[in-house]
């Protein structure tokens, strides 16, 4: 049997507006769209041109460090636009999309454990789903040329409100199952799974039977328990000139659609939660669906912020936008821009903290309804201890930040900035006094690396 970790040092942000489990089926969008910036470091090449006819799975970019890294169209139809930033950056492929009946490029079927490593891999990027396997260090799509010395799939997700993946592999439990022999075959046996230990309704050892018990680890604590890089940190640690893949488990499932099904069938299961949402529960889409099909009618106020993700790593979006590459989770909270009277120093019950400032420390399992006010501005950057309270990874935290900041290569390495991506310091920013920006000091950071090495 695998390893039992106990995760000691962390925070679990008990917030309002968690999804039921119940689950409503989006019809596709009239525009559908692919959006490059989804993907770190990749340059964008077009191949295809506004008029074209295009089919699910068809290429519609490649990478230019990379060609043979190519980004498909998750519906048929016709591409209706490019939609270009500042120096002509390509910001989205958008597509009339054929909303009845979607038309499928053709891939070989098979059974992922009968095939050798080369096979799987020429599948997996020939459909576009290798952009769903990403390496440790950097936080990066990975390169098939690459051998990892593992690929890691956590199996929960412990950020606030943070999706059920035990209720989303429950809903397609042969592909998940057909997804993890394929990542089983890339990883020459080295595939680890991380589970919750000891939670009703989450995935068990039973759902994951294909992968040998010894390679299955057990986690108890709070977030970021959930974190793929914690755990790697626990059973695996990455050092100087290794490497890991990792693979988040609704993309899992995609990859076992490839072989189970013969075709790049990018619909995924989402949660839509947050204290402004009416009926927070779960949805079923395509990639690349129009945000307003999800939002419009299910929300309680015009005045709040959407966030692709959680409220500690998402990102900031609208109704005008479009369902990311990666998106497994849509917040709708509150925005913060309201003045408060007396700010911190009014005491009370209703205001969160990992401290003692407030009485709220005496209910523990207050659910809370936040908004995204900051409650100050940015302030000198000090060691005060706070970090290595909610991170459970046995680094120095603030010490590799200003490392980052003043560039020092040999510092970062000897600090453990091989082993880190920003979502791993989301709960440093987030209890940070001195609100520095932590998660994209740390991207800088993982960047400059990747340059310079």
Same mark, same amino acid.
């Given at each position: ?9 962390? &925070? ?22 692919v ?32 060609? +043979?890294?190519?980004f498909? !169209? ?17 910001? %989205?492929?958008?597509?009339?999309? =054929? ?7 053709? &891939? ?7 095939? =050798? *490593?080369?096979?799987? #891999? %020429? ?17 990066? #799509? ?9 690929? /890691?799939? !956590? ?19 042969? +592909?998940?199952?057909?997804?993890l ?19 009703d ?32 940190h ?16 609704q =993309? ?12 790049? *069938? ?11 949402? +009416? ?30 993700? +959680? ?12 369902? !990311? ?15 408060? /009277?007396?700010?911190? $120093? ?7 903290? $990992? ?7 005496? @209910? ?14 940015? *302030? @000198? ?11 459970p ?10 490392a ?20 791993? &310091?989301?709960l440093?920013? &987030? ?11 740390? @991207?800088?950071?993982?960047a400059?690396?990747?340059? %310079?090495?």
């Amino acid at each position: 049997m695998g390893k039992t970790i106990n995760i000691r040092r962390g &925070f679990d942000i008990k917030l309002k507006g968690a999804a039921d489990k119940t689950i409503s089926e989006l019809p596709t969008s009239d525009v559908v769209a692919v959006k490059p910036p989804d993907f770190t470091g990749v340059v964008p090449k077009l191949l295809v041109n506004p008029g074209d006819d295009v089919v699910a799975g068809q290429p519609l970019f490649f990478d230019k460090n990379r060609p +043979n890294l190519r980004f498909p !169209s998750p519906v048929s139809g016709e591409v209706a636009e490019v939609v270009r930033g500042a120096k002509r950056r390509i910001l %989205e492929v958008r597509i009339l999309a =054929d909303r009845k009946d979607i038309r499928y490029k053709e &891939f070989p079927k098979a059974d992922p454990a009968s095939l =050798d *490593r080369a096979k799987v #891999i %020429e599948q997996l990027v020939d459909s576009g789903c290798w952009q769903y396997i990403r390496q440790r260090p950097y936080s990066i #799509i990975a390169d098939p040329v690459d051998m990892p010395k593992a690929v /890691f799939v !956590s199996c929960f997700d412990s950020a606030p409100m943070a999706p059920d993946m035990g209720y989303v592999v429950n809903l397609d439990k042969e +592909n998940f199952q057909a997804g993890l022999q394929a990542l089983n075959v890339l990883a020459n046996g080295q595939l680890h799974v991380g589970v919750r230990d000891g939670a009703d309704g989450q995935v068990s050892d039973s759902d994951i039977a294909v992968v040998p018990a010894d390679r299955i680890h057990h986690f108890r604590g709070p977030h970021p328990a959930g974190n793929v890089g914690v755990q790697i940190h626990h059973v695996n640690p990455i050092k100087k000139d290794e490497m890991v893949w990792t693979v988040n488990i609704q =993309d899992v499932i995609i990859i076992g659609r490839l072989f189970r099904e013969g075709r790049f *069938r990018a619909d995924r299961v989402f949660a839509l939660t947050g204290s402004c949402v +009416n009926e927070p529960q779960y949805f079923q889409a395509v990639t690349g669906q129009r945000m307003s099909t999800v939002l419009n009618g299910r929300l309680n106020s015009d005045h709040c912020r959407v966030i692709q993700g +959680n409220v500690l790593t998402g990102k900031k979006s609208s109704s005008d936008d479009f369902l !990311s590459f990666y998106t497994n989770q849509i917040t709708v909270i509150p925005e913060g821009d309201q003045p408060e /009277f007396f700010g911190w $120093l009014l005491p009370g019950f209703k205001k969160l903290s $990992l401290s003692r400032t407030f009485f709220s420390w005496l @209910a523990p399992n207050r659910v809370y309804d936040l908004d995204t006010n900051m409650h100050g501005e940015e *302030r @000198a950057f000090v060691i005060s201890g706070q970090y290595d309270r909610v991170l459970p990874m046995n680094i120095y935290p603030v010490y590799l930040l200003k490392a980052i900041l003043a560039r020092d290569i040999e510092r970062m390495e000897q600090l453990g900035i091989y082993e880190v991506a920003e979502e791993d &310091f989301a709960l440093c920013e &987030f209890v940070c006094t001195s609100k520095i920006n932590v998660q994209e000091i740390v @991207a800088e950071g993982l960047a400059y690396m990747q340059t %310079e090495g």
